[in-house]
T-cell receptor, first 115, second 115 residues
Framework: DAGVIQSPRHEVTEMGQEVTLRCKPISGHDYLFWYRQTMMRGLELLIYFNNNVPIDDSGMPEDRFSAKMPNASFSTLKIQPSEPRDSAVYFC?????????????FGQGTRLTVV | AQSVSQHNHHVILSEAASLELGCNYSYGGTVNLFWYVQYPGQHLQLLLKYFSGDPLVKGIKGFEAEFIKSKFSFNLRKPSVQWSDTAEYFCAVTHARGGSYIPTFGRGTSLIVHP
């Protein structure tokens, strides 16, 4: 398996623009997580899905952030409009607890810079 | 809610020194415990995990961790560090079953190993 795949790896955008981050989880995994990593706040859970359904989005910082999972193999995290304080590394992770392992597998991350 | 506390935020060692990174979690139920490593500019990778059985867990690259249930701790150790161990280390916990499978992470410990 190729692991969790995220795109793009790097994104530089201007303030006010829409940004879409993409994630393909490991095939068969039924949990998908979006995390944001910054120096100040460490790793923060933004939202997670179970079987494509958003379960808890309480970590989404503002209404400017939205996430979808239209099918088991694809998820997006959208920021509209983007702001400089959104600059961070965004990680997607997936897991398959029903197989007895709650280990989360991480993608390479998307480094977002908003100028 | 579960939480994870890593006591050492920054650790600086010389090569061949011994390493111990502290991790405590708060949750009274059955947990799965993890240590992840993040090398500079890379994603989180699993170092080792504890699900059940022998509380002394051995992972990759000579790392080990000991689960002490009475202390709610899962400290990471390595007898002799190498320059290549320079990285960020994250402790994480999930419920083992029937609860939240969301990985909760500590703030991380930055390890710098001088050659």
């Amino acid at each position: 398996d190729a692991g969790v795949i995220q795109s793009p790896r790097h994104e530089v955008t201007e303030m006010g623009q829409e940004v879409t981050l993409r994630c393909k989880p490991i095939s068969g995994h039924d949990y998908l997580f979006w995390y944001r990593q910054t120096m100040m706040r460490g790793l923060e859970l933004l939202i997670y899905f179970n079987n494509n359904v958003p379960i808890d989005d309480s970590g989404m910082p503002e209404d400017r952030f939205s996430a979808k999972m239209p099918n088991a193999s694809f998820s997006t995290l959208k920021i509209q409009p983007s702001e400089p304080r959104d600059s961070a590394v965004y990680f997607c992770a997936s897991s398959f607890p029903s197989r007895g392992s709650t280990e989360a597998f991480f993608g390479q991350g998307t480094r977002l810079t908003v100028v | 809610a579960q939480s994870v506390s890593q006591h050492n935020h920054h650790v600086i060692l010389s090569e061949a020194a011994s390493l111990e990174l502290g991790c405590n979690y708060s949750y009274g139920g059955t947990v799965n415990l993890f240590w992840y490593v993040q090398y500079p500019g890379q994603h989180l990778q699993l170092l080792l995990k504890y699900f059940s059985g022998d509380p002394l867990v051995k992972g990759i690259k000579g790392f080990e961790a000991e689960f002490i249930k009475s202390k709610f701790s899962f400290n990471l150790r390595k007898p002799s560090v190498q320059w290549s161990d320079t990285a960020e280390y994250f402790c994480a916990v999930t419920h083992a079953r029937g609860g939240s499978y969301i990985p909760t992470f500590g703030r991380g410990t930055s390890l710098i190993v001088h050659p």
